[in-house]
């Protein structure tokens, strides 16, 4: 089993749309959850970042952490042709300082 | 967020060569990291560095790799002799702790 698995989609989905980007993970020690957006052979952006479970809004992000489950998701609302990227789920252990990367989710909004 | 430039943005060497990535935090930074990218894969952790020593590293920093702040604002990975295979985006991300690192653009290294 991958230690963090997220969907590579591409997600295609028109302008306006509420987005709905997701990973699970299978390392239990991780409680640190970020969230990165990637434009093609640019460096990763953080976009926002959570401690252990629960929600964080962010303008018309949201990201939300179950750790019960081992799942997280980040919720775009009225999503725009500029979200168009690859989003990509990074986490961490307490006392570590290496990020562990999904593979990215390929998000395309049409106008 | 914090900002870091990296130079080159495109390296072409030949197999066997040595090459210096560098990269340049705008503002002081407490710690730096390495990381590569190659192509169509996930991104993948190197090295961190704080207090001017390697803090953590992975099975793929061997000793092929080593990096360092020759004067204290550059930060640098070093590939003394390069493979067909470390052909990747590498980029250095900076950070004041080590839940929110910030990256850089990259540097995108061709072996031939």
């Known amino acids: 089993q991958k230690e963090v698995e997220q969907d590579p989609g591409p997600l295609s989905v028109p302008e306006g749309a509420i987005v709905s980007l997701n990973c699970t993970y299978s390392n239990s020690a991780f409680q640190y959850f970020m969230w990165y957006r990637q434009y093609s052979r640019k460096g990763p952006e953080l976009l926002m970042y959570?401690?252990?479970?629960g929600n964080k809004e962010d303008g018309r992000f949201t990201a939300q952490v179950d750790k019960s489950s081992k799942y997280i998701s980040l919720f775009i609302r009225d999503s725009q042709p500029s979200d168009s990227a690859t989003y990509l789920c990074a986490m961490k252990g307490t006392g570590f300082q290496k990020l562990v990367f999904g593979t990215g989710t390929r998000l395309l909004v049409s106008p | 967020e914090p900002e870091v430039t990296q130079t080159p943005s495109h390296q072409v060497t030949q197999m066997g060569q040595e090459v210096i990535l560098r990269c340049v935090p705008i503002?002081?930074?407490?710690?730096f990291y390495w990381y590569r990218q190659i192509l169509g894969q996930k991104v993948e952790f190197l090295v961190s560095?704080?207090?001017?020593?390697?803090?953590?590293k992975s099975e793929i920093f061997d000793d092929q790799f080593s990096v360092e702040r020759p004067d204290g604002s550059n930060f640098t990975l070093k590939i003394r002799s390069t493979k067909l295979e470390d052909s990747a985006m590498y980029f250095c991300a900076i950070g004041q702790n080590s839940y929110e690192q910030y990256f850089g653009p990259g540097t995108r290294l061709t072996v031939t």
């Open positions: 503002s002081n930074h407490l710690y």
């Open positions: 959570t401690y252990s479970s």
């Open positions: 560095f704080y207090n001017n020593e390697i803090s953590e």
